[in-house]
């Protein structure tokens, strides 16, 4: 019997889907094999040891102490692309909400309630509300992975002009792009020409700032930034002067924090890119798939901590994460051949200083043999799941 913890709200069309004469879900369980969570911050936690893997409901996992759980043997998840539609549709109304001053026009006319004759003064004022078209304009899209690819495929049917940037454009990920989309090799390319600017990227120490003063100087005047990823991706005070020097027209984020707040020509939304229910739900449907299928057999996809690595066994899986050392994996083996036994299938994959072995074992895997893999130098947890 498997526990799941949740701690925040997770859509039942998620939670339903584990078997429940396999597991139980619940908010308190004690002693998690497995824990799902949206924005509850984990940093604080203690772990048991029990706790196998955790599953975020949405792409970043800034709440979740991801070295911490590679440390502990506990693989962390996330759902890249289960909210992609949300986060599409929501950077289309942002590139409109930079272009034609719709929020001010709509409280400039709502601030006209009873006064007299409100439809004459309302043609009267419009013009100050006036913005170009997006058609014929050039966007850049910097990330072009389930999100970024799709705001640039939608803004390509919008007319635009589409120029994208992303050093890790999977296969998957190009091919779905379309045709007209121009994908530049150096970041400076989509500061230089573009009238639009949508950042799509994790973030990270290294992406931290991604867009600052220099960059901006780079940019055409009269720029207008979007920035529905992640608040730190981009400096708030080099924008905010950038908006008081002109630089910078227009600045949309969906990230507050209090030096953008209030401020003229810049239009702060309370995190809304995910908030669909449609997206709640198959993120929730991804994370279960996820534990389940890292639980039941053992196979790891979508993992921000360690590398993805799934395999059919004939026979016993004993499931290794092991630090990404030389010799390790030969250790392993030799045990197995040390206690009489034949290895039909391995799959070993790494992903920086962690790695993953599943040793597929016809025959009797006894305590013995599982002591002596965890006794090896480097290896961190040992799991056997039996067909």
Known sequence: MYNIQTLNKIAA????????????????????????????????????????CIARAGAGVNNIPVDKCAEEGICVFNTPGANSNAVKELAICALLLASRKIVEA?????????????????????????????RGKTLGVIGLGAIGGKIANAAIKLGMKVIGYDPYLSLDAAINLD???????ELDDIYKNSDYITIHMPYTPATKNTIDAAQIAMMKDGVRIINLARGEL????????????????????????????????????????????????????MAAHEIIDYLENGNIKNSVNLPNASMNAVGTKVCVIHKNIPTLIAAMTTAVGNAGLNIENMVNASKKDYAYTMIDIVGDVNDALVDAIKATDGVIRVRVIKK
């Open 13 to 52: 069309c998620g939670t339903d889907i584990f078997d429940k004469s396999i597991y139980t879900v619940s908010d308190a369980p004690e002693n998690p094999d497995a824990i799902m969570v949206r924005s509850a911050k984990m940093h604080d936690m203690t772990f048991g040891d029990n706790l196998l």
């Open 106 to 134: 709509a409280a400039w006319a709502a601030s006209l309630k009873g006064t007299p004759d409100a439809p004459k003064t309302v043609e009267g004022g419009k013009a100050k509300f006036a913005g170009p078209e997006l």
């Open 179 to 185: 045709s007209h989309i121009q994908v530049v090799k």
């Open 234 to 285: 981009i400096n708030s005070e080099a924008i905010v002067k950038a908006i008081a020097d002109g630089k910078v027209a227009k600045y949309v984020t969906d990230f507050a924090d209090d030096i953008v707040l209030g401020v003229e020509n810049v239009i702060v939304l309370p995190h809304l890119g995910a908030s669909t229910p449609e997206s709640e739900d198959n993120c929730a449907v």
